[in-house]
């Protein structure tokens, strides 16, 4: 399997802002660990290490490049 960029949901946009509204209230001790929280899960819910690893590179790059990663998305 391989990862995958596009979006997968019918409003990317909610998506994004559920995540967004799930760290209001906490402090960012508290919304880094639920970002870790969270990408433990997920990562778990993938179940692949090659994709786990192809995503890793993905947000690696990211925080090099962050214009990049949106056009990455994109295609």
Same mark, same amino acid.
Do not use: C, Y
């Given at each position: 399997?391989?990862?995958?960029?596009?979006?997968?949901? *019918?409003?990317? &946009?909610? $998506?994004?802002?559920? @995540?967004?509204?799930? #760290?209001? +209230?906490?402090?960012?001790?508290?919304? *880094?660990?639920? &970002?870790? $929280?969270?990408?433990? @899960?997920?990562?778990? #819910?993938? +179940?692949?290490?090659?994709?786990?690893?192809?995503?890793?590179?993905? $947000?690696?790059?990211?925080?090099?490049?962050?214009?990049?990663?949106?056009?990455?998305?994109?295609?």
């Amino acid at each position: 399997m391989a990862l995958s960029t596009a979006s997968n949901f *019918a409003k990317p &946009d909610d $998506a994004f802002r559920m @995540i967004v509204e799930a #760290h209001r +209230g906490f402090d960012d001790a508290q919304s *880094a660990d639920l &970002d870790a $929280a969270l990408v433990l @899960i997920l990562a778990n #819910h993938i +179940g692949d290490l090659e994709v786990l690893g192809e995503a890793i590179e993905l $947000a690696k790059r990211s925080l090099a490049n962050p214009g990049k990663q949106q056009q990455q998305q994109q295609q």
